[in-house]
């Protein structure tokens, strides 16, 4: 009978598993970039288009969520003053 459970590897070949998940990634970057399979200026430039989009619109959103709650709250003040 052997000390390994049947399905199971070895803790020393676990880690050689382990170790070769970096291998994936590194083999898709190294095939775009000696086949030129995607142009790199189209993917900077859109990166720093909807990058700056969303941070825009993230700000937009902060500004108007601010101009309301101000808004609101000095609406309610009024109402309970003249009450």
Known sequence: MSAVAVGRPTPAL????????????F?????VLRYRLFEIEVIINRTLVY????????????LLVRLFTLIIRSCCAARMTRQ
Do not use: R
């Open 51 to 62: 990058g700056t989009l969303t941070v825009l619109l993230a700000g937009l959103y902060l």
């Open 14 to 25: 676990s880690s050689v598993h382990h170790g070769f998940y970096w291998l994936i990634p």
């Open 27 to 31: 083999t898709f970057a190294l095939a």
